[in-house]
Each structure stands twice: as C-alpha cells, then as structure tokens.
T-cell receptor, first 113, second 114 residues
C-alpha cells in the first residue's frame, strides 16, 4: 500500500520549453507532497513542499516562478519546470508522508537539450 | 532548519567485512531517522529506520544506533555482500501525527569487493 506513481520516468525537452511531472497517490490521500531534485552523484535536495488546496512552500534558493507546483487534489501533485534550460537537467522525485514514514515516486530523469 | 552530515562519502570493504556509516543532525526536534539505499536512477529504498524513543534497532545484517544527546546515528552492515554495493543516505525529520520534510545526508558510496 501507499504507492506514489510518478510520470514521466524520462523526458527530453528542448531548451525554453516547459515540462510537467505528475505524482499520483494510488491508494491513499496525499495531503502533502515533497519535491526533491538530485544531481548526479549528489544527495536529494528538497525543492518545495506542496499541500493540497494551498500554495506550495519553496526552499531557499528555489525559484517559485520557474518550478510551478500544483496540488489541486488529494491524489495529484504536479511540478512544472518552465522555460527549461540545460542546467535544469536532473533527477526529480516526489515523496509523500505515509503512516509510518515516507513513500517515494519512481523519479523523472529530465534532460534539457 | 535541519542539517544532516554524513560520513564517509565513499567506503570500500571486502566481502564479509562490516561497514559503518555515520550521520549527525542539528535539529533536536527531529525524531525520525531513516536509512535509504539507492541504486542508480531508482527511488530510495528504506532499509531501516529508528525513532528517537529507541537507541538501537536491528534487522538481520543491518542495525542502526541513535545517540540523541550527541545528535548522531549510525548504520551498521555486517557480513557485507557484493549486492550491498550502492549509495546509502541517512535522513532526519520531525514526525508525529504527520511527517515533516526529510533532510538527507550527502550519501555514502559503498563498494563491497568479492
């Protein structure tokens, strides 16, 4: 139980375009979703926290206008990377608290060319 | 906010040896400390966790110890096997009726040589 489905798993986009990443909680209601970014051989860095029905909370240094987060329902949170550039290429992963810890999406490998 | 420091960054052991990875945290309100194993391009997998009301927890070859006073916790893997080779992350968060954000350590690349 407590599965988070993340799509797409891989995406390649052209510089200047936008990419949307979705995380769906399949068998539970996720009122909170954490969004992380992971560069190669680095740790997971929290970008923002989304809460259903309210504005997301962004970590220091994360551009809220560039990384748009929407949590419009209890089962869906989305991250949109707007006007993507090569430096946005990274592994993005969502995570939701569950009853005894956290469950993670499978991650999205974004490559901006 | 919370800061988690993890050492060493790389660890190389022979098969059958033990491996120890250490982490310190800064927020005394943190009370949930999971350890994750991550393979390349995959999601982190929980291998063991400990809560602040417990000093030690063991699951077969894996154990975690927690020293709340010193704000550090450690992962111990005994009888290591080549399939234990991966990146390991410690993390800390405030848990309760709902869990707060997880702060991760920098990661340890563990290599187990046959």
């Amino acid at each position: 139980g407590a599965v988070v489905s993340q799509h797409p798993s891989r995406v390649i986009c052209k510089s200047g375009t936008s990419v949307k990443i979705e995380c769906r909680s399949l068998d539970f209601q996720a009122t909170t979703m954490f969004w992380y970014r992971q560069f190669p051989k680095k740790s997971l860095m929290l970008m923002a926290t989304s809460n259903e029905g309210s504005k997301a909370t962004y970590e220091q240094g994360v551009e809220k206008d560039k990384f748009l987060i929407n949590h419009a329902s209890l089962t869906l949170s989305t991250l949109t990377v707007t006007s993507a550039h090569p430096e946005d290429s990274s592994f993005y992963i969502c995570s939701a608290p569950k009853d005894s810890g956290y469950t993670f999406g499978s991650g999205t490998r974004l490559t901006v060319v | 906010g919370e800061n988690v420091e993890q050492h060493p960054s790389t660890l190389s052991v022979q098969e059958g040896d033990s491996a120890v990875i250490k982490c310190t945290y800064s927020d005394s309100a943190s009370n949930y400390f999971p350890w994750y194993k991550q393979e390349l391009g995959k999601r982190p997998q929980l291998i063991i966790d400990i809560r602040s009301n417990v000093g030690e927890k063991k699951d077969q070859r894996i154990a975690v110890t927690l020293n709340k006073t010193a704000k550090h916790f450690s992962l111990h893997i005994t009888e290591t096997q080549p399939e234990d080779s991966a990146v390991y992350f410690c993390a800390a968060s405030r848990g309760g009726t709902s869990y707060g954000k997880l702060t991760f350590g920098q990661g340890t690349i563990l290599t187990v040589h046959p």
